[in-house]
């Protein structure tokens, strides 16, 4: 076990290591399922473990499930895609904010999109001839700089979509489309 704790002191060994480990058919109980051990009015490791262990030979221990390497690539890269999301989403409402404190935000061009190429280029445009537009130019630059991260985060997503079994499950539906599946991700704001 020692060997185990030092080869993975940055993550939890994934299913893939146990055999390597000397493990064979390596079952891990769902933690949130067995709360009742903790509930138990008998505190003892060695009634819980027995326990563990009845449900176990009997086929009932509820199982957790561990991603596979590939699983967790595609999960970090939808993580990173939704945080983005978020803070892409912020960032706007902040933008939107500062033009509406500062009096200019009804002299932006008509758009039912706040982001449009259009109000963009009227936002980079504007000039107060003082330390505001700094702030303004840096917020933008962000925007575009995050906007511009989602690129690559996106094609990595549709890459792995075209390969996931799942997935083209779900592409069977009338009207999905691979290319569709990172634009239908939930991101707030963009």
């Given amino acids: ?29 769902h933690p949130t399922e067995l709360a009742w051990i903790v509930k138990s009015k008998r505190k003892n490791d060695r009634i819980d473990s027995l326990e563990i262990a009845k449900l176990h030979m009997v086929g009932m221990l509820p199982e957790s499930h561990l991603l596979e390497r590939h699983e967790q690539m595609f999960r970090d890269l939808l993580i990173q895609r939704v945080g983005l999301g978020v803070e892409i989403g912020r960032l706007k409402d902040r933008v939107i904010s500062h033009l509406k404190r500062e009096g200019v935000y009804q002299s932006l061009p008509e758009s039912s999109d706040n982001s449009s190429a259009a109000r963009r280029g009227a936002i980079l445009s504007l000039s107060f001839s003082d330390q505001r537009d700094l702030v303004m130019r840096t917020m933008m630059y962000r925007l575009a700089f995050l906007e511009g991260q989602c690129v690559p985060l996106e094609a990595s997503i549709r890459d792995f979509a075209r390969e996931d079994d799942d997935v083209k499950l779900l592409m069977t539906n009338p009207g999905s489309t691979t290319t569709s599946f990172p634009s239908s991700l939930p991101t707030s704001g963009t």
């Fill in 1 to 29: 076990m020692r060997e185990s704790r030092s080869r993975h002191r940055h993550g939890t060994p994934g299913p893939q290591d146990s055999e390597g480990l000397g493990y064979r058919g390596l079952t891990v109980a």
